[in-house]
């Protein structure tokens, strides 16, 4: 154990000295530990900056008595063994100690219980420290080490309420003042922090301090793999952690294959832009997937050059067949594997030597069926020769703008704006029958499998520069490497939408943490927090993430919060209101001579306010006028249209007049988002079709999609800094 007397350095002195870290934790390797004694995570507090009590170490009970008199009482004692992690589970933890007897009573106590606790821990002494005052707010900061997203630092209450109300957040590591005090104002119980019941409000400042600077500790030193300090006792003038936990990982780290961001965007518009394209394992024969994804390339319209290849045939639906890659004289941009797994790495090896820059591995029976080793050979033969794989157990790929059906799926050519991806080949199916249903144009469609090698990142990087492209969706499981994908994802947010549907909501690692951290820590609240930090809208379903997909490229970005309900039906209004809570929308609180000017369109007994409340009795002209004066008025930023059905207003009759006062105000500049939810009988789906198809964001037999929509623009728009205030 390394105590402060032997690096004969004070805690003052020690503050900002990474040779002091440096010294403790070459210490505990060399102990063959990964637990940090109470004394020594003080003395990696103290080089930091990070505030705990003062205390000392404690080998009798007479120096116990003598250190807890001249820190003054009441201290609170512990146990110090890096054996014993839990140290009130093993009863080694008492507080309010208020004099010297009740000192040296408690050291006897504390060290019997140790030994009944685990009898062959190895005991350095008891810890003497001195007592917070009363009445502060308990908090929780933390660190842990994520296998996907590396080290991320936490925030929440702390003591006993983190246990019950699982109330953290988490960013990535490191983190500046502003994010830290972003960090402390997310957490669901924030107004605790405010002060409650005549209590008073504590120093955000000091809390940020602390998680600014546990965030630079864990940067600095990666072999931290976890640090608690819980509780923080937080106070009006300041914070202060009770206690350090802190453990390592002094295993070497596998450094993650990333290439910059001009070799990801050289490779993938030679993917995505190819001139020629070659088939490895391409067949005549029906029903093969060789002969599926020739037939997809050519009934596709894909104008490049096909290159067939196949040992024995000499051609492959009247096209020129080769034995091998390396026998076409010309050019391959990408290679389209259908060949079973076994004889992948050996056509990877031609693909390589002819200097094609990616592949399609369309092939399963790798790492999902139990073969990683096959995968990582297939990997290492690729990254010899600088080649990009997408997949392997893929369906392949589409981009439109080419024409390219890269697949043995169906061929499609309804083209648009909107790139998704998926993990799961079933998943890309929903999304191809999705956008031909709805007629929703794509630029892209990407399986991406087990991603060996290409994963959500390569795609962000490269659809951010993609001028087909300006709203991006991705299904993933999970991500291979999530701090790159949230750095690319920042980046790439500001400029277009990223949306994501994250599988599998499951429990944070297999191995129990040793820390309140890494225990309370859930996969999904990592993603969760992550994801939203990046600027990412995240999806709650499959629909929900086609229907942002095709919704959110339709609606023009809003200038600001108010939003307004203009509606025909009083029980829809109802329901719009709370889908409007439900997604973090902001109903404009109506203006007097705003609320004025609407009741000029509506009787005088419809109720007053937002929403707007037209009766079912109205002819169209009350709908248009309405409407109108919503779309003109600078102080309303979105608009939300409640329709039912009725006699005097038929649905189309409904959808047409909305069409024509909202080209009325586009012609005059006015572009604000607008959806709409119908009910009524089946009339109502086919004004909700005419209603998309000019812009209109427009939903049948439901209440809650159509704001679910606008909330996810709305949370683009204010991730990208285009909603100012």
């Keep these: 154990m390394v105590t402060q007397a032997a690096l004969k350095i004070s805690p003052r002195e020690a503050a900002a000295d990474q040779a002091t870290v440096r010294k403790v934790l070459d210490g505990v390797k060399a102990d063959g530990r990964t637990s940090l004694t109470a004394p020594e995570a003080k003395l990696v507090c103290d080089a930091y900056d990070i505030p705990l009590p003062k205390e000392g170490l404690a080998k009798s009970a007479d120096e116990a008595a003598r250190l807890a008199g001249g820190m003054g009482y009441p201290v609170v004692m512990k146990i110090v063994s890096a054996d014993i992690l839990h140290k009130t589970d093993a009863g080694g933890v008492i507080v309010g100690v208020k004099s010297d007897d009740e000192a040296r009573r408690a050291h006897d106590t504390i060290l019997a219980n140790a030994r009944k606790y685990k009898a062959d821990a190895k005991i350095e002494g008891i810890q003497v420290q001195q007592m917070l005052p009363t009445g502060a707010t308990e908090t929780l900061i933390g660190a842990i080490t994520d296998p996907s997203f590396g080290k991320l630092v936490a925030f929440g209450l702390g003591g006993v309420l983190v246990e019950v109300l699982k109330d953290l957040t988490f960013r990535l590591a490191p983190v500046n003042e502003a994010q830290a005090l972003d960090m402390i104002g997310s ?20 809390l940020a301090s602390i998680l600014v600077q546990v965030s630079a500790l864990l940067d600095d030193f990666p072999e931290i793999e976890e640090l608690d300090l819980n509780p923080v006792f937080a106070t009006k003038s300041g914070a202060t952690a009770v206690d350090a936990r802190i453990v390592c990982n002094f295993e070497a780290r596998k450094e993650r294959f990333r290439p910059d961001q001009d070799a990801i965007v050289k490779a993938m518009n030679r993917i995505f832009h190819p001139k020629a394209v070659a088939v490895i394992g391409a067949s005549n024969e029906a029903g093969k997937i060789g002969n599926s994804v020739m ?13 067939p290849v196949h040992p024995k045939a000499d051609t492959i639906e009247g096209i020129k067949a080769y034995k091998s890659i390396l026998d076409y004289p010309g050019e391959v941009d990408v290679a389209v594997f259908a060949v079973p797994a076994k004889l992948c790495n050996g056509a990877m090896d031609e693909v390589g030597r002819k200097g094609v820059p990616g592949t399609v591995m369309i092939p399963s029976g790798f790492a999902e069926s139990g073969e990683p080793e096959l995968q990582e050979e297939l990997l290492a033969t690729a990254r010899k020769y600088n080649v990009r794989i997408m997949g392997p157990n893929i369906y392949g790929f589409y981009y439109t703008p080419e024409n390219l059906c890269a697949t043995f799926c169906t061929a499609f050519d309804v083209k648009g704006k909107a790139a998704l991806s998926s993990q799961s080949g079933g998943v890309g199916m929903s999304i191809i029958g999705f956008a031909r249903s709805t007629k929703m144009g794509v630029s ?282």
């Design 295 to 307: 037939k997809n390339l050519i009934n596709g319209g894909y104008k490049g050059t096909i290159v």
């Design 444 to 725: 892209s469609i990407v399986g991406l499998g087990n991603k060996s090698d290409l994963d959500e990142d390569d795609l962000l990087t490269f659809f951010e520069q993609d001028p087909n492209t300006s709203v991006i969706a991705m299904h993933c499981e999970d991500l291979k490497d999530g701090r790159a994908f949230s750095e690319v994802a920042e980046r790439v947010s500001k400029k277009k939408p990223v949306i994501v549907l994250k599988a599998g909501r499951t429990a944070y690692g297999a191995k129990a943490a040793a820390s309140h951290t890494g225990a309370l820590a859930g996969n999904d609240k990592i993603y969760d927090d992550i994801l939203k930090a990046s600027g990412v809208i995240r999806a709650p379903s499959l629909r929900g993430m086609l229907e942002y997909a095709r919704g959110v490229q339709v609606l023009p970005a809003p200038k600001g919060e108010n939003v307004l309900i203009i509606t025909g039906a009083g029980g829809s209004g109802v329901l719009l209101s709370d889908a409007c809570f439900d997604n973090g929308l902001t109903l404009m609180k109506m203006p007097d001579d705003l609320d004025a000017a609407f009741r000029k369109f509506i009787p005088p007994f419809r109720a007053a306010g937002n929403p707007v409340s037209i009766p079912g009795v109205e002819p169209p002209l009350t709908y248009q006028n309405t409407v109108r004066l919503g779309l003109n008025d600078e102080r309303i930023h979105a608009l939300i249209l409640g329709y039912w059905h009725t006699i005097v207003t038929p649905p189309l009759v409904f959808a047409d007049k909305m069409i024509e006062v909202v080209t009325e105000a586009r012609a005059k500049g006015i572009d604000k988002p607008i959806v709409a939810s119908l009910v009524g009988d089946v009339e109502v789906e086919k004004a909700c079709e005419k209603l998309y198809d000019h812009g209109i964001v427009a939903y049948p037999y439901t209440t809650e999609t159509p704001v679910e929509v606008l909330g996810a623009k709305y949370k683009w728009a204010r991730a990208a800094g285009l909603i100012k205030g």
């Design 187 to 206: 957490i669901k119980a924030k107004e605790m922090l405010d002060g409650v019941r005549g209590g008073e409000a504590v120093d955000r400042g000091a």
